[in-house]
C-alpha cells in the first residue's frame, strides 16, 4: 500500500496498539501524527517512528482540546482510533452506575467525541479499534464489553451517513 502525500492521526498512538498501527503507516509512506495525554511521552514515541512522524497531546475527554487540535492539524487523510478503556472489571452485581458511566466514557464517548471534533478535517477513512470482548461472552467483562458493544453498532450506520 502506498500511502505517499497521506497523513494519519492516531488518537491513542503512544499506546502498543497505536504505536504499531502508526509503524505501519510510516511503512506505508505516510505522515503520521500520534496523540497521547502527555505531550513528552508523545514526542518520545513519535521520535521512534521517525522523520514521518510526529507527537502531541490531546485529551479524548475535552470536546475544546479535540476541537483545537484538529483545527491546528486543517485537513488529514485518515483517521484511527485507539484509545483503550479506563472500565472496571467485575461480576455485574458488583457494577455501580459509576463504574458503567466511567467505561462508557473512557471509550464510547471518548471515540464518538473525537470523532465529531475531526468532522470536516478527515478526508479518507475512519478506523475505530475495539475489543472482541464485545462479541465474546467471558465473565466479568460486561462493564468492559458494553463500550465496545456500542461502538459496533454505530459503525454501520455512520459509514452510511458519513460516505462521501
Same mark, same amino acid.
Given at each position: ?104 466514557? !473512557?471509550? &464510547?464517548? /471518548?471515540?464518538?467525541?473525537? #470523532?465529531? *471534533?475531526?468532522? +470536516? ?20 467483562? !460486561?462493564? &468492559?464489553? /458494553?463500550?465496545?458493544?456500542? #461502538?459496533? *453498532?454505530?459503525? +454501520? ?8
Amino acid at each position: 500500500m502506498d500511502l505517499q502525500k497521506q497523513t494519519a492521526v492516531i488518537v491513542g498512538g503512544t499506546g502498543d496498539i497505536g504505536h504499531a498501527t502508526a509503524k505501519l503507516f510510516v511503512k506505508a509512506g505516510a505522515r503520521v501524527i500520534i496523540t497521547g495525554r502527555q505531550r513528552e511521552r508523545a514526542a518520545a514515541r513519535a521520535q521512534l517512528l521517525g522523520p514521518l512522524a510526529r507527537g502531541d497531546a490531546v485529551s479524548p475527554a475535552d470536546e475544546a482540546d479535540l476541537r483545537h487540535f484538529f483545527g491546528e492539524i486543517g485537513t488529514f487523510d485518515h483517521l484511527v482510533l485507539t484509545l483503550g478503556t479506563q472500565s472496571i472489571t467485575l461480576p455485574f452485581a458488583q457494577l455501580n452506575d459509576g463504574h458503567m458511566r466511567d467505561a462508557m466514557d !473512557s471509550k &464510547y464517548m /471518548a471515540y464518538t467525541r473525537t #470523532l465529531r *471534533a475531526a468532522l +470536516g478535517h478527515v478526508q479518507q477513512s475512519v478506523t475505530w479499534l475495539t475489543s472482541a470482548a464485545a462479541r465474546t461472552a467471558l465473565p466479568g467483562l !460486561s462493564n &468492559y464489553a /458494553a463500550p465496545n458493544g456500542a #461502538l459496533h *453498532a454505530m459503525m +454501520g450506520p455512520l459509514a452510511m451517513e458519513l460516505a462521501p
